[in-house]
C-alpha cells in the first residue's frame, strides 16, 4: 500500500484515521529517523488486533530485524514462557515496540528517536484499544509514560487503562533469579486480565 505525503510530516490523529494498516504502510516508508538506514525489515506488531493485553518492548534486535516480526529470537522465548504462564491466548494479546527499526549493534534507542518514533507508537496503542497495557523495561516506559512506575504496580491511565511495567525477557536471560520476581508480580495482578471477558 503506498502512501500520498512524505511520512515525516504525518502526525499521531492523522495515523489513527489511517487505521492499522495504514500505519503499518506508513512505517514500511518511513524515513524519519536514521534508524531506517540500518533497518532490513521493518517491525510492525504480532497478535491480536483485538487484545486485551498489549505488550510493548524495547527495539527490534537482530532475529526480529531479519524476520520483521517483534519477540521472535531468544527473548522472545522467555516472552513466549511469560505469556503463558499469564494464561493469555494467541487471540488476547498483541506485542510491539518503541520503535520499528533496529538500533545498531542492539544498543538502546536515543530520547530523539523514541520521539521521532512515538506517533507510530501512540497510534497503535489508540487502535488496539487493549485494557492492560505491559510496559517490558525502562525504555517503554520512557516512550509511553511521564512518570516513573514501581516494577509490577498497576496504575489506571487517564484513559482508563491498567498500566504495567514488568522485566524486558532479554534482562530475563542474564539473570534468570528475576524471573521469580517475574511471576510473582504477574500473580499480584492477574485479575487485570482475567476479570475481562
Ligand atoms: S524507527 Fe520509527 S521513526 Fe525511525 S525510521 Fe524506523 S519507523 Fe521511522
Redesign the pocket.
Known amino acids: 500500500m503506498s502512501t500520498d505525503r512524505n ?1 515525516a510530516d504525518i502526525t499521531y490523529s492523522e495515523l489513527v484515521k489511517l487505521g492499522l494498516q495504514g500505519i503499518a504502510a506508513n ?1 514500511l516508508e ?7 538506514e540500518n ?1 532490513t525489515n ?1 517491525v510492525i506488531m504480532r497478535g491480536s488486533e483485538r487484545p486485551k493485553v498489549l505488550f510493548i518492548g524495547e527495539a527490534p534486535g537482530k532475529n526480529e530485524d531479519e524476520a520483521g516480526i517483534p519477540f521472535c529470537g531468544r527473548a522472545g522465548k522467555i516472552l513466549d514462557e511469560l505469556l503463558d504462564y499469564m494464561d493469555l491466548e494467541e487471540n488476547e494479546y498483541a506485542i510491539i515496540n518503541t ?3 533496529r538500533p545498531p549493534n542492539n544498543r538502546k ?1 536515543t530520547h530523539k ?1 523514541l520521539k ?2 512515538r506517533p ?1 507508537l501512540l497510534a497503535q496503542i489508540e487502535l488496539l484499544d487493549p485494557e492492560v497495557i505491559i510496559l517490558l523495561g525502562t525504555t517503554a516506559e520512557q516512550a509511553f509514560c511521564i512518570s516513573s512506575l514501581n516494577w509490577g504496580e498497576a496504575v489506571i491511565t487517564p484513559e482508563g487503562k491498567h498500566l504495567m511495567k514488568l522485566y524486558h525477557p532479554a534482562a530475563l536471560l542474564y539473570r534468570r533469579s528475576l524471573i521469580e520476581q517475574q511471576k510473582k508480580m504477574i500473580d499480584r495482578n492477574r485479575d487485570l486480565w482475567q476479570k475481562i471477558q
Open positions: 511520512t512505517i518511513c524515513e524519519r529517523c536514521q534508524l531506517n533497518a521493518k520503535v520499528k527499526c534507542p528517536e521521532t518514533c507510530f
